[in-house]
């Protein structure tokens, strides 16, 4: 039985005869000890009853986006922010159509919009209808959206034709969602991560800055949460929504964000030091906005707080000392710079990527980079959380060697 154990869930149930076996998803979700909330299309009430989802499960169904009753505190959206994983199942050719195209015409479609966290498809429908070149279009442009897809399986349909079509057994989806979530490693650890840029002013209307946009560091910090661990994490100014399940706290100036980590430095299992933190800061800020003048002027730079090294500096040499995980952005000279920044500031992983390449860098969704350890060094290429799966990976190994539960 796949474990789920403070997991949430959030069933999207379309309107197929395979919605009753949509049932005993739900129950093996339950079963494994997940919090389990249902969203179903109206089609799909026609096939199963409301009610047996919420013996089922212990919640009502959303089923209606426009009832007052239903959605009175904006529930598509709550079920969006807290789901750990989105499960459709059955997907059916209607309803892969309108998730492909972004719709949100109805539970199950404006909580898939909703949702910032991975999605299992199941699909299930006639063979003939599966083969179609549309509907094989909209399943492989959610998957290169980076949804998941388990299913269909081969066999004797309802309507009497035989070949692929059967929704995936209850079971496999119920393993299929155990994978996705991944291991709960975290649990009982305490996380820190900063992210995003900072800012330091010149006066009221100008600030030093650099481009980064947070979401590395966004996603160590949900997955990290989806893992177990009890995430703090300290940003920047960024135009990100807070992840589920994290402590935000949100910083302007690097002095900020270092004040803010020294909060919560004592009990920290794992430092992620993502954030790209201006290493100067004006030396005289003004209070007023600095006219412009017909003259050139020089700005006189002092450096900020070195918060990774002051974390490194702190913790050296003490017994069960927190894993730190530092960040090099690099423009030249790739593994040497991650190799000076290892030692220079005791950490014990550097996340090096170089800036400025195609699918690297600090706005895009996807990331390339190596991760350098004392002696060891590996290449990982994906989306910015499976980069962050494998820095937690990396990190968790080293965590429970030296702090073992």
């Not at 919640?59 to 986006?65: E, G």
Request: proline share 6%; glycine share 10%.
């Amino acid at each position: 039985m796949s474990d789920f154990t403070g997991r949430t869930i959030v069933l999207g149930v379309g309107g197929g005869i395979a919605a009753y076996k949509a049932c005993e998803v739900a129950r093996l979700f339950v079963k494994g000890g997940g919090a389990v909330r249902v969203a179903m299309t109206e089609a799909a009430t026609r096939f199963v009853g409301p009610l047996t989802f919420q013996a089922l499960t212990g919640a009502a169904p959303l089923t209606d986006v426009l009832d007052a009753a239903q959605d009175r505190t904006y529930g598509h959206l709550e079920l969006g922010r807290a789901a750990d994983l989105l499960v459709v199942a059955p997907a059916t050719a209607d309803l892969i159509a309108r998730l492909r195209m972004g719709l949100a015409n109805d539970a199950v479609t404006t909580v898939a919009l909703a949702c910032d966290c991975p999605v299992l498809l199941a699909p299930a429908m006639n063979t003939r209808m599966w083969a179609n070149p549309a509907v094989r279009d909209n399943v492989a442009m959610l998957e290169k959206r980076g949804w998941h897809v388990v299913g269909p399986s081969s066999g004797a349909l309802a309507d009497g034709d035989i070949g692929p079509g059967r929704l995936a057994d209850p079971e496999e989806i119920a393993a299929a969602a155990a994978r996705l979530l991944g291991p709960r490693d975290l649990t009982g650890r305490k996380v820190v991560v900063t992210a995003g840029p900072t800012r330091e002013p010149i006066d009221p209307v100008r600030f030093i800055s650099n481009p980064s946009s947070g979401k590395m560091g966004f996603a160590v910090a949900k997955v990290a949460a989806r893992r177990g661990a009890r995430v703090v994490l300290v940003s920047g100014p960024v135009e990100l929504h807070d992840p589920p399940k994290v402590k935000v706290v949100r910083v302007g100036t690097a002095e900020e964000m270092a004040a803010a980590v020294e909060e919560e430095a004592n009990d920290l299992d794992l430092f992620v030091a993502a954030a790209a933190v201006s290493d100067y800061r004006p030396r005289d800020s003004v209070s007023q906005k600095k006219k412009k003048g017909d003259e050139d002027e020089a700005l006189v730079l002092t450096r900020t707080p070195d918060i990774l090294a002051g974390v490194g500096k702190r913790h050296s040499g003490r017994a069960g000392a927190p894993v730190i995980v530092g960040f090099a952005a690099e423009t030249e000279g790739l593994l040497e710079n991650a190799k000076k920044k290892l030692q220079a500031k005791k950490c014990d992983l550097v996340v090096a990527n170089k800036v400025g390449r195609p699918g690297a860098g600090f706005s895009g969704d996807r990331n390339r980079v190596v991760l350098v350890g004392p002696g060891e060094r590996a290449n990982v290429e994906g989306t910015k959380e499976e980069v962050a799966e494998a820095i937690l990976d990396w990190a968790v190994e080293l965590l429970d060697s030296r702090r073992p539960r």
